[in-house]
């Protein structure tokens, strides 16, 4: 539908828990195409939340198709009011954003989740998603809850300046 801007820190909107959304209407559908058409024109995304956008909801885009360090891959996904069922192991890498555009940091995540959330078509879906699609899809569902990577490293010496933004 359209490509929207995406919001840096320290929009409030980053900051603040996203509305769950409840029903998946018209308003949504449209939602759900903004994000992924936002995500799409981002070079190197692979993932994008509604609150980056502006809109304060619990929805979210991932798709890791071709990346390098994805080993699940459920193509194009947006998830509704997304909720974690299942987080098993730890492992730390490396997280950039597009809301923090100038930064990277080592942050440590579940290696495997099992995620369920409503669809674009209302109905429900449950992922379970390892690796680096599983560090996709924690980041989003970091957003809806108000954080950002920075809110998770270990500290200072784990924050990087981004050498080159693709």
Known sequence: M???????LPEAVLSRVAQPVGVVGSEERALAADLVDTMRASPACVGLAA????????????DVTGHRKARSC????VLFDPEILVAEGVETAREGCMSVPDLTGDVARPTRL????LTADGGER????????????LHEIDH?????????VAGPSAVFRRRVYR
């Open 144 to 152: 809806l809850d108000g954080k950002v990577f920075l809110d998770r």
């Open 2 to 8: 359209a490509v929207r801007a995406v919001l840096r």
């Open 74 to 77: 459920h193509g194009t996904v």
């Open 51 to 62: 609150p980056q956008i502006g809109v304060a909801r619990r929805a979210f885009v991932v």
């Open 114 to 117: 099992v995620v369920r959330g």
């Open 126 to 137: 449950v992922l379970d998603v390892d690796a680096f699609e599983a560090r996709a899809v």
